[in-house]
């Protein structure tokens, strides 16, 4: 089992940036690692994920060139640099670590069920 931890949320204007980081405690370094967000109400939606072993990265439409997910592999950590951001990034925004290694777990067949390992969440919150 992999313990995760989030930090980074917070309130910003709109147009403005933020940067989540993710430290894991534990090995994750086969497996797909992403950040989800969830507003009230609505069902989780996956943000964007990175492969550990090599850094490749997958994003939601909704994010495309606005945000990058990166990793530190020294840190064991990821991070997720919001910028650009708008009244609907705002949601709680969760790390997660995919169930086994591999690429499948980064790639668009997956499931939010294929994540086993979640952090507690952290709230980022766009004004408008």
């Known amino acids: 089992q992999v313990n995760l931890v989030e930090s980074g949320g917070g309130s910003v204007q709109a147009g403005g940036s933020l940067r989540l980081s993710c430290t894991a405690s534990g090995d994750t370094s086969s497996k797909c690692m992403g950040w989800f967000r969830q507003v009230p109400g609505k069902e989780r939606e996956r943000v964007a994920t990175?492969?550990?072993?090599?850094?490749?990265?997958l994003y939601a439409d909704s994010v495309k060139g606005r945000f990058t997910i990166s990793q530190d592999n020294a840190k064991n950590t990821v991070y997720l640099q919001m910028n650009s951001l708008n009244f609907e990034d705002t949601a709680m925004y969760y790390c997660a670590a995919a169930k086994y290694g591999g690429s499948y777990y980064c790639g668009t067949s997956a499931s939010i069920g294929d994540f086993s390992d979640w952090g507690q969440g952290t709230q980022v919150t766009v004004s408008s």
């Open positions: 990175i492969l550990r072993r090599d850094g490749s990265t």
